[in-house]
């Protein structure tokens, strides 16, 4: 048997064979620590030895320079000690199927997770971790985000040898029984690409700036009024802590890339740390595209994606959710067709270009009923779904507009709520719940039998998609076909030819 992914080989590991993280690492996790110790007990001793005064205050002031020494020292090789021993005692394995991560000095933990449960796989590289060459390996199992596994860290080529191995068992790879446990890293076929203006641009022309400027206007007329700069100069912490956000988004996004190979969709992203994202086929959710109104005049929308395992997870800025940050209606079409190949409507472009722009019925969309103007008067026209035989649209929002889109066989569970002025007016709330992420699906102010109906409906499309759904393994072989049937003594039975006709295409949602 061929191998299906060209490239540099790996070996998944027998039971009895483990491995190291590179011996390099505790100086990368460490180093913070290290120089944090330097600074704060030697930063008085430096002052004290150049200006000729004793310290004015901090852990050093008055010391002796032996003595800030010897307790500079004792804590750098406490650290070092501390991380070298974390080092020793932490290894790893994958089999065919677990993954195993053995960690820990004084209490050990012992962790093992299914490769078929693994929603997602990331190469990151810190700043520190890319001038040696290295990557952290981090995965997510399906379980609300709580255990993400970490290997931190590897040489990038073997980051991402790894990757594939673990990539390839959750795929379902047939392995060659000449060479067992091989396997090897997929290629990408570049789908787009975000340059830094639109990156630069999306964060300018948002809503930090919208929050940015009423707050200096706000520090500059309270200064005027009291007529005292002071009060305008105390600002200036709140205005640094801005400029760190508008860095941290825009080298969170820098580079944005996005590419198709056979393991999932891969995200590439960031400046100063890098990540390699890699989402499986089939482990997406709910899409959720969304879109405010300073990007309005640029045409531009925000991707966001539910992948179990992710959760509501803020740490990185939200950038693990976030499969578009700024792209135009066909960058958002190319991105929705790789995570969701088949909308299961024959225009599909007309279709999402309605749920995304509103307002009315157009193409399917049903809206709130005219008594919602008494609670919605704004928006109640916009806020609409759309079943099509794959999934479920929920549009809402005129200001802030979103569309959610779940796949039929996501569905988790499905509810309807009504408040008494809701009862009065005979509407109620749909809401659809997925696993826990940024996307919470929700159809507000529909008529109530709509809502009864579509509850019903719903939960109809979703038993029945969650029946006929594909397996989880995406490359694994088809079941071999059943022997044949036991021949028949008495005269023969003519029985019709399997049919010919070809399996019902996919509708690719950027081809329009």
């Not at 035989?389 to 509810?415: D, K, M, W």
Request: hydrophobic fraction near 45%; include cysteine; charge should be neutral.
């Amino acid at each position: 048997m061929s191998d299906p992914y060209p490239g540099t080989t790996f070996h998944t590991d027998s039971p009895d064979t483990w491995h190291r993280v590179h011996p390099v690492s505790p100086l990368v996790r460490g180093w913070v620590a290290v120089a944090a110790v330097l600074f704060i007990f030697g930063r008085n001793a430096l002052d004290s030895l150049f200006t000729g005064r004793p310290g004015a205050g901090g852990p050093s002031a008055g010391a002796p320079p032996a003595v800030i020494a010897v307790v500079v020292g004792a804590a750098v090789v406490v650290f070092g000690a501390g991380f070298f021993l974390s080092w020793r005692f932490t290894r790893y394995q994958v089999t065919d199927d677990h993954v195993h991560i053995n960690s820990g000095v004084i209490f050990r933990q012992q962790r093992r997770a299914r490769i078929d449960r693994v929603q997602s796989i990331d190469v990151v590289q810190p700043l520190v971790a890319r001038a040696f060459g290295l990557a952290e390996l981090k995965f997510d199992v399906a379980d609300g985000g709580r255990s993400a596994f970490r290997l931190s860290f590897l040489k990038l080529d073997e980051a991402k040898r790894l990757r594939a191995a673990i990539l390839a068992r959750a795929a379902g790879v047939a392995v060659d029984p000449g060479e067992p446990g091989q396997v090897a890293e997929a290629p990408e076929q570049h789908v787009l690409a975000l340059g830094p203006g639109r990156i630069i641009g999306a964060t300018v022309f948002s809503s930090l700036s919208i929050v940015t400027l009423a707050v200096l206007g706000a520090a500059i007329a309270l200064a005027a009024w009291s007529g005292e700069p002071g009060v305008f100069i105390g600002s200036i912490p709140i205005f640094l802590g801005f400029g760190a956000s508008y860095w941290k988004a825009i080298t969170g996004d820098y580079n944005f890339r996005v590419a198709l190979s056979p393991d999932g969709v891969r995200l590439h992203y960031g400046m100063l740390e890098t990540r390699a994202q890699t989402i499986p086929p089939g482990r997406v959710q709910a899409v959720g595209i969304s879109q405010g109104p300073v990007w309005r005049p640029f045409g531009w929308y925000r991707v966001h994606v539910n992948v179990a395992g992710y959760g509501d997870d803020r740490s990185d800025h939200g950038n693990r959710t976030v499969l578009l940050p700024a792209g135009t209606i066909d960058e958002v079409m190319a991105v929705l067709s790789l995570v969701f190949p088949d909308p299961g409507v024959d225009n599909p472009f007309e279709v999402f270009a309605a749920g995304l722009r509103g307002p009315g019925n157009r193409h399917g969309f049903v809206h709130s009923p005219p008594s919602a103007r008494w609670i919605d008067p704004f928006a109640w026209r916009y806020n609409a779904y759309r079943a099509t035989s794959t999934a479920l649209l929920c549009r809402h929002g005129v200001i802030f507009r979103r569309l959610e889109v779940v796949p039929h066989e996501r569905t988790q569970s499905l509810s309807l709520r009504q408040g008494p002025l809701m009862a009065a007016l005979g509407l109620v709330d749909f809401e659809l719940h997925s696993t826990v992420g940024p996307i919470k699906p929700l159809v507000h102010h529909v008529a109530l039998d709509a809502g009864r109906r579509l509850f019903d409906e719903q939960a109809a499309r979703a038993a029945t998609a969650r029946r006929i759904h594909s397996a989880e393994h995406w490359l694994a072989p088809p079941p071999p076909p059943a022997g044949p049937p036991p021949p028949v003594e008495s005269e023969s039975v003519e029985t019709p030819a399997p049919s010919s006709a070809p399996p019902h295409a996919q509708e690719n949602l950027h081809g329009h």
